[in-house]
C-alpha cells in the first residue's frame, strides 16, 4: 500500500467525490476509484457503499482517513525536520508573472536554506512549459493550469488563484466594467495565452461586438498603455508594484470574476524528489508573504 492512496482518501472525504478528489491531487478519476480498491483489498472492508448512483463512504473510511491523517501529519513532520541538505539542480519554468513578483523572494529563501541547490530557470508562456515539463525537458514549472485542469500525466498543486480586474485610466469615470469597457478601447490580452482567452471570454459577455483596438501579451505593457489613457483591459490582479510605478484604477468585477489558477507542474515519477520539496515550499511561503501573481 502506498501513502498515496491514505492520501487521496482523504481528498475524497474533504471534496465528497472521486472527480473532486482527483482535481486535488492531480490524478485522474479512475486512478483515484483504482487507488480505494487497492485500499479496500489492503483493509479488507469496504470504504465506500456503491449501492447507490454515487459511492457513499461508510464509517470505516471516515475511521481510517482521520486516523491516517494524523500519521501522515507526523510522518511530514519528521521529513520536514531532516537535517539533510537539498543539492544538486532542478531545472524550472515560469510564466513571466511568477518571476516578476514570487520567484526573487523564494530564490532568495531557497539561497539561505539549500546554498547546494541550482535552479536553472526559463521563462516562457503555460502551454510551452506544461509541452516541456511532459517531455522532460524541465523538472517542474509554475504556469498557469487549464481551466479543465491539465495533463494527467503529470502532477499538480495549486499555489494561488488570481481574479481578474478591469484596469482603466486614472482620470476615468466611476462606471462599471461594462460601461467602460463601451466607452473605451479594448486592450486584448493576447488570446495565445490561457489567462487571454479567459480575458475575451468575460469581455464578450459583457460586450458581444467589441473588438481589440491592441492585443499584448505583456501586462506590464498593458498596464503603461492603460495609464497613457489609450483604452481598458481585462488582466490577472496586478501586483502591488505596478500600481506605484503608474497611474491607473483597478475595477474589481465581482463574484462572478474569472480567475486564473497559478500552478506546479511535475512529472509523478518526481512528486516525493527533496529538491522538488524544497522549491515548492520556498515558492509556497513567497505567495504567502503576498507577493502575488
Known amino acids: 500500500m ?22 486535488e491531487v492531480g490524478v485522474t478519476a479512475s486512478a483515484v476509484s483504482l487507488q480505494m480498491k487497492q485500499l479496500e483489498a489492503y483493509i479488507g472492508r469496504p470504504l465506500f457503499d456503491r449501492s447507490g448512483r454515487t459511492a457513499v463512504p461508510t464509517p470505516v473510511a471516515r475511521e481510517l482517513a482521520a486516523a491516517s491523517a494524523t500519521a501522515l501529519a507526523t510522518i511530514e513532520g519528521f521529513r520536514a525536520r531532516s537535517p539533510l541538505a537539498v543539492s544538486g539542480m532542478l531545472r524550472l519554468g515560469a510564466i513571466t508573472s511568477v518571476q516578476n513578483s514570487v520567484l526573487p523572494r523564494a530564490l532568495r529563501l531557497l539561497r539561505d536554506r539549500h546554498p547546494g541547490l541550482t535552479v536553472q530557470l526559463t521563462l516562457d508562456v503555460s502551454a510551452p512549459l506544461q509541452a516541456g515539463v511532459s517531455a522532460g525537458r524541465l523538472d517542474a514549472a509554475v504556469l498557469v493550469r487549464p481551466p479543465r485542469g491539465g495533463s494527467s500525466r503529470l502532477a499538480w498543486r495549486d499555489l494561488a488563484r488570481v481574479p481578474f480586474v478591469l484596469v482603466a485610466p486614472a482620470d476615468a469615470e466611476n462606471l462599471g466594467a461594462q460601461q467602460l469597457l463601451r466607452r473605451y478601447p479594448w486592450i486584448q490580452y493576447e488570446r495565445t495565452l490561457t489567462g487571454g482567452r479567459v480575458a475575451a471570454q468575460y469581455v464578450r459577455r459583457l460586450c458581444p461586438d467589441k473588438r481589440a483596438a491592441y492585443e499584448l501579451a505583456a501586462t506590464d505593457a498593458i498596464i503603461g498603455m492603460v495609464a497613457e489613457g489609450l483604452g481598458v483591459s481585462v488582466i490577472p490582479r496586478p501586483r502591488a508594484p505596478l500600481h506605484r510605478a503608474y497611474a491607473f484604477r483597478e475595477v474589481t468585477l465581482g463574484a462572478a470574476a474569472p480567475a486564473r489558477q497559478v500552478a506546479w507542474a511535475c512529472r509523478k515519477t ?24
Not at 502506498?2 to 482535481?23: C, H, I
Not at 518526481?270 to 501573481?293: C, I, M, P, S
Open 270 to 293: 518526481d512528486v516525493e524528489d527533496r529538491r522538488h520539496a524544497a522549491v515548492f515550499a520556498a515558492l509556497a511561503q513567497a505567495y504567502e508573504a503576498g507577493d502575488g501573481a
Open 2 to 23: 502506498k501513502l498515496a492512496a491514505l492520501e487521496t482518501l482523504g481528498a475524497v472525504l474533504s471534496t465528497g467525490s472521486f472527480t473532486a478528489a482527483a482535481r
